[in-house]
């Protein structure tokens, strides 16, 4: 639902799944996909609350417990760029991928 046009910018073609997302919460979200890929679970429930998914409120003890089971079982994390067939290169910031998601 992606393309790009002559000019070379991105061009969204289906609306359906989008979403109007302040520049905290793309900064937030950028921080999760990285806590997510490292597995570092404690920052992504952090992320989790920050984004008003979980409250704050919520038994971080007993979710990180269920989280670390299933990490370690579908081995969700990217230890190595190079498992996704990705140039051993340092990874843009997350300042970079929020103007990405935003498209600017």
Do not use: K
């Not at 404690?42 to 992320?47: G, K, S, V």
């Not at 609350?49 to 969700?76: C, K, N, Q, T």
Request: aromatic residues 6%; proline residues 8%; contains cysteine.
């Amino acid at each position: 639902n992606i393309l790009v046009d002559s000019d070379g910018r991105l061009c969204l073609i289906d609306f359906g799944l989008c979403a109007e997302v302040s520049a905290p919460d793309t900064q937030t979200m950028t921080s999760a996909l990285v806590h997510l890929m490292h597995a570092d679970l404690p920052a992504l429930l952090d992320d989790a609350v920050a984004l008003g998914f979980l409250p704050d409120s919520v038994d971080r003890r007993a979710l990180l417990s269920d989280l670390s089971r299933i990490f370690e079982e579908s081995r969700l994390a990217v230890e190595n760029p190079l498992d996704l067939g990705l140039p051993a290169a340092p990874a843009p910031s997350p300042r970079f991928w929020g103007r990405w998601f935003r498209g600017a």
